[in-house]
């Protein structure tokens, strides 16, 4: 099967787009917040740009790494014919509802952020089977080739969500990229006016605060009369 670039394009850039989505959702979903209820599926799109192709970089140089350490001890189909190679083929259906119970556990009952990074790992595994259909091999003949792309594209999405994930637990912690000038700023007076009021971000007009200590967020609408400042966060 000979694939067009129309039929690359009309996969890959809704797909690539999903990836930088997850980023963003998974940071702003950490605050509570539905980034669709400020923008639009088009504005989500140019959001996700950044935070993808961090993520790809990241994303990329990580299963390029992990791919060419397992080729050595284990190249693509080189246990099949062992007798837990045969197992698994024989019972792979048991071997992924087992996998996906652990995803969901891990999900559900591990730590933030720590277990998205878990998940992505455990979800990495789900492109196994689908090395062995026929359409994907007719595309991708080459094992080393397809086992790469497949575990690139069912792992990257969860990747770049745990990415945000971890971005948005440092911002918590206080150990984000920016901080409030509040003195400077014009801004409600703070509930804590000691503590550190972290920039979260700027979504749909609005910029979105957070006091380190109290959890309380600030929700302030961009006005050209009131500026807000940002200064580094000190390390």
Not at 12 to 18: S, T, W
Not at 41 to 65: D, H, I, R
Not at 113 to 130: C, E, H
């Amino acid at each position: 099967m000979n694939l067009s670039y129309k039929d690359v394009l009309a996969f890959g850039l809704p797909y690539l787009v999903g990836v930088g989505a997850a980023y963003t959702l998974g940071y702003w979903g950490s605050f509570g917040i539905n980034v669709l209820e400020f923008i639009g599926l088009s504005e989500l799109g140019k959001m996700a740009v950044y935070p993808l192709l961090a993520t790809l970089a990241l994303g990329v140089l990580a299963m390029l790494g992990t791919q060419l350490l397992a080729a050595r001890v284990l190249p693509p189909g080189g246990g099949a014919n062992t007798p837990i190679g045969r197992a698994g083929v024989k019972h792979w259906r048991i071997l992924v509802a087992l996998l996906v119970l652990c995803i969901i556990a891990a999900a559900t009952y591990a730590p933030e952020p720590g277990k998205w990074f878990l998940v992505a790992v455990l979800v990495g595994p789900l492109s196994v089977p689908l090395q062995h259909a026929s359409q994907i091999r007719e595309v991708l003949p080459n094992p080393p080739l397809r086992s790469l792309v497949l575990l690139l594209v069912v792992s990257l999405p969860a990747f770049s969500f745990a990415q945000g994930r971890l971005k948005a637990h440092l911002v918590k912690l206080g150990k984000g990229e920016l901080a409030v000038d509040h003195r400077r700023s014009a801004l409600p007076p703070p509930t804590d006016p000691e503590g550190q009021l972290a920039y979260v971000g700027f979504v749909g007009g609005t910029y979105v605060l957070r006091e380190t200590r109290t959890g309380v967020l600030l929700l302030v609408k961009a006005k050209d009369n009131a500026p807000l400042y940002l200064q580094p966060v000190a390390r």
